[in-house]
C-alpha cells in the first residue's frame, strides 16, 4: 500500500510541474492560482494543498530536482578530476537538455536571480572553488573572485540559452575556464610581486 501511494503522490507532483511549466509560457508565476493550476493538471485543491502551499513551492521543488540532478552529475562525471570548465561544461549540457523549463526561469528576472543563488551556493560550487582557490589566501580575494567567477558564468550561460547561441556546452565551458584562469592567475602574481 506504501508503495501505490508514493506512486500517487509522484503522479500527483509530476502533474502539477508539467502543468505548471505549460502555463508559465503564458503567464508570470506570480499570475497563476492554485484554482488555474489544478484545473490544468486535472487535481482537485485539497491534493494539492497535501503537497505544497502556493504554485511558488511547486516551482522551487523543481528547482530543487535540478540542483539535486546536478549534483548527482557531478558527483559521477567528475568526482577527483574537477576543472572548472568541465563544471560549466556538465551545467550548460543539463540546461541545455531541460531548456523548455531553464528558459522560462532565466526570463523572469525574480525566479531568475532566486534560481541562481540555490544554484552557486550549492555544496559542490564551493568545493570547486575550494580547490581552484587553494593557494589564494587572501579570503577577502577567494570571496570576490568565486562572485565574480560564479556570477559571470551564470550570466554568460543565461545569455547563451536565452539567445538560443550555437555554440556547444563544451565551448561555453571552455570559454568561461579561460576568463576564471585569467583572473585567477592575475591574483596570483599580484601576490607574488608583493
Known sequence: MQQKENQRVKLTKRLLKESLLSLMENEQIEDISVCE???????????????????????????????????????????GQWTFSKGIELVSTYLKEHERFTKLLLR????????????????????????????????????????????????MIRQWLLDDSTKSPKEMGELAGQMVSIVIKDQRNRHSIL
Open 37 to 79: 493550476l489544478c484545473s490544468t493538471a486535472g487535481i482537485n485543491r485539497s491534493t494539492f494543498y497535501k503537497h505544497y502551499g502556493k504554485p511558488y513551492d511547486v516551482l522551487a521543488d523543481m528547482e530543487q530536482d535540478m540542483i539535486n540532478d546536478l549534483s548527482i552529475i557531478w558527483k559521477e562525471k567528475v568526482s
Open 108 to 155: 523572469d528576472t525574480k525566479t531568475d536571480l532566486e534560481f541562481a543563488g540555490k544554484l552557486t551556493g550549492s555544496d559542490h560550487v564551493k568545493k570547486m572553488y575550494d580547490r581552484l582557490l587553494a593557494d589564494v589566501k587572501d579570503p577577502e580575494s577567494r570571496r570576490l573572485i568565486m562572485t565574480f567567477s560564479t556570477t559571470g558564468s551564470y550570466q
